[in-house]
């Protein structure tokens, strides 16, 4: 009788040990499950191997956003009118025969050029493609050349202030605001010295 509650007893122990290993095993599983840090979001418009993105989404992310017409148009005027100030300005620097007027000109090169820098770099982003860069435009005297950048600069300011205000890309909008502080600053000079000139 006693060797009997002694088997039992052993073979109790044994189930429940195994059924403890079991349970143990479980947790230790369910807590390295739980220890795995989850994937973090790739905001670099790639796919991560780790997110399991669906190729509609990846494509979606690289094209960038959709465009308005407008702000297709907007970008490739301001493309148009920047390589042209630019253009302009490095004949009026070189050719001009007043010296505020060579200066606007060498002004007119270095603030464009910047400008245009970063749209030509918005353009990639959102796969805009932009006009080719066209000969200046001739002028027959300083007075001439000022008197066409007071008429530009007025036309520029006017659009960078409606596509600031009404565009539908925050990035476009973005470059329309900022780079029309500087039409804004361009024309007041431009006015300045178109008025002593005769």
Same mark, same amino acid.
């Given at each position: 009788?006693?060797?009997?509650?002694?088997?039992?007893?052993?073979?109790?122990?044994?189930?429940?040990?195994?059924?403890?290993?079991?349970?143990?095993?479980?947790?230790?599983?369910?807590?390295?499950?739980?220890?795995?840090?989850?994937?973090?979001?790739?905001?670099?418009?790639?796919?991560?191997?780790?997110?399991?993105?669906?190729?509609?989404?990846?494509?979606?992310?690289?094209?960038?956003?959709?465009?308005?017409?407008?702000?297709?148009?907007?970008?490739?005027?301001?493309?148009?009118?920047?390589?042209?100030?630019?253009?302009?300005?490095?004949?009026?620097?070189?050719?001009?025969?007043?010296?505020?007027?060579?200066?606007?000109?060498?002004?007119?090169?270095?603030?464009?050029?910047?400008?245009?820098?970063?749209?030509?770099?918005?353009?990639?982003?959102?796969?805009?493609?932009?006009?080719?860069?066209?000969?200046?435009?001739?002028?027959?005297?300083?007075?001439?050349?000022?008197?066409?950048?007071?008429? @530009?600069?007025?036309?520029?300011?006017?659009?960078?202030?409606?596509?600031?205000? @009404?565009?539908?890309?925050?990035?476009?909008?973005?470059?329309?605001?900022?780079?029309? @502080?500087?039409?804004?600053?361009?024309?007041?000079?431009?006015?300045?010295? @178109?008025?002593?000139?005769?």
């Amino acid at each position: 009788m006693k060797r009997k509650f002694s088997i039992s007893s052993f073979v109790g122990v044994s189930i429940v040990a195994v059924a403890f290993v079991g349970l143990s095993g479980t947790a230790f599983a369910q807590s390295q499950y739980n220890a795995r840090p989850y994937p973090t979001p790739d905001y670099s418009g790639k796919s991560s191997p780790t997110q399991g993105t669906s190729k509609s989404q990846a494509t979606t992310t690289t094209t960038g956003h959709n465009l308005s017409a407008a702000d297709k148009a907007f970008m490739k005027d301001a493309a148009k009118g920047g390589m042209m100030e630019v253009a302009m300005g490095r004949v009026a620097e070189q050719n001009a025969t007043d010296s505020e007027v060579k200066n606007f000109g060498a002004r007119m090169v270095k603030d464009h050029s910047k400008a245009n820098d970063e749209l030509k770099a918005l353009a990639r982003e959102q796969n805009v493609q932009l006009p080719a860069e066209k000969e200046p435009g001739k002028w027959k005297s300083d007075k001439d050349y000022m008197g066409q950048m007071v008429k @530009d600069h007025e036309q520029d300011l006017a659009a960078f202030e409606k596509e600031a205000k @009404d565009g539908s890309d925050p990035n476009v909008k973005s470059f329309a605001s900022k780079t029309s @502080d500087v039409v804004r600053k361009h024309l007041e000079m431009a006015k300045k010295v @178109d008025s002593k000139l005769k």
